[in-house]
């Protein structure tokens, strides 16, 4: 993730992908891909990025995870057209069947967003085959993946801007963390005018 010094991870009323950081953050993004084989975000990012969310490799195909409350999604996009890359969208309700048609490669599995959600989603995605799990985001992603205390490491970029509308998007969605945990800086560097963290998140 990168965010600027009032907290923010985009501008407010974003319709595409905008990014607040260098093209090194964004190159430092694309090597955490290659060693993932899973990748999972929000609709809100999907919307921003409706795109195969690439390595380096242009042969790795990992498992696209994406979390939706209303299965409002586009399945036109780009990133549908690739057969070769499992889609798994886990619906926030018990709908299971959206407004348009998925492709065949697209599953669709009902995980209602109340308490036990995150466990029973990262259960689900073991069962997949998935080892290592990057989680983009949105900041609400963040933070149920925070709240639900199974976050283990998070790269975050500061970026020496501020956005200064309280509508932009939040690095935890604008929420609170009832248990927020304890975060050891595992490396950090500066990079020009931006700082990357590599930071360890423990819970009580």
């Known amino acids: 993730m990168a965010t600027s010094l009032d907290g923010k991870i985009g501008p407010a009323d974003a319709d595409h992908f905008v990014a607040i950081g260098s093209r090194y953050d964004m190159e430092n993004l694309i090597s955490l891909r290659d060693d993932a084989d899973g ?21 790795q195909h990992a498992h696209h995870f994406i979390m939706s409350r209303s299965l409002d999604l586009d399945f036109q996009a780009e990133l549908f057209q690739y057969p070769e890359i499992p889609i798994t969208i886990f619906s926030g ?3 299971t069947t959206p407004d348009q048609t998925p492709p065949d490669h697209v599953e669709i599995v009902s995980i209602p967003d109340q308490p036990g959600q995150i466990d029973l989603i990262l259960k689900h995605i073991a069962r997949s085959g998935v080892e290592s799990l990057l989680v983009e985001g949105g ?13 283990e490491e998070l790269y975050l970029t500061l970026v020496p801007t501020v956005i200064g509308n309280e509508r932009a ?18 490396n950090s560097r500066q990079v ?7 930071l360890e998140f423990k819970y009580t």
Not at 139 to 151: E, N, S
Not at 172 to 182: D, F, H, K, R
Not at 192 to 198: A, G, K, L, S, Y
């Open 93 to 95: 309700t018990e709908k």
């Open 139 to 151: 900041g609400r992603i963040l933070h149920k993946f925070i709240a639900a205390q199974v976050l």
């Open 169 to 186: 998007p939040a690095l935890l969605g604008g929420q609170s963390l009832t248990a927020p945990p304890q975060i050891k800086i595992r």
């Open 39 to 59: 990748i999972l975000f929000g609709a809100s990012t999907f919307r921003t990025w409706p795109k195969v969310h690439r390595g380096s490799d242009p042969n």
């Open 192 to 198: 020009e005018d931006e700082t990357f963290f590599h």
